[in-house]
């Protein structure tokens, strides 16, 4: 029977082959098992990624790119300090610049809203605490280090302080100011 399993079609004894013949054969089969599929990947991966693809520093030359590498290191703001809408409000300087240690109370800054660590701080009125604030004072630098103009430092100050119980009145910019007089002296004619 085991006969019978070994015969083809034709009954003639056949041995069992594959189609692998040589070494040279088996050699080549085992290369192309490796690069081909690593060739249909590479392939794969540019039929996906198709498109315009630039080189590493391509787009050097371009009017952008030389835009940028020619601007300026600095740049100059110009604000206007007498128009009321361009100015910050106490609360809005607050947040941008003193809450950083007024909220925390690091450095051992007072606390916003805590009463009795203002209240001593509040005997040398407005005026002595916009010093401290626009000059320093121990930990704090000039302006809290920030870049806001005076006015704007002097209504934080005031925003501090009436939380901390004060009620002294915001100050006002120069021009509101200014023109607050002439309405004052044209509505007393």
Known sequence: MSDAQHQNH??????????IKTPKQLMFTVVAAFVVPVVVIIMLTNFVAFGT???AGS?????EAVARRIRPVGSVEI???????AMKTGEQVFQ????SCHATGALNAPKLGDAAAWAPR?????????QSALKGKA??????????????????????ANQGGASFAEPKAPGAAASGAAAASAASK
């Open 96 to 99: 941008a610049q003193c809450a």
């Open 59 to 63: 787009d050097g030359m371009s009017a």
């Open 53 to 55: 693809k630039s080189g």
């Open 139 to 160: 930990s704090m630098p000039p302006q809290g280090g920030g870049e806001f103009s005076d006015i704007e430092i002097g209504r934080a100050v005031v925003y501090l």
């Open 79 to 85: 604000k206007d300090v007498n128009d009321p809408a």
């Open 10 to 19: 034709a009954g003639h004894d056949a041995p069992h082959e594959g189609p």
């Open 122 to 130: 509040l005997k040398a009125g407005v005026d002595g605490l916009l």
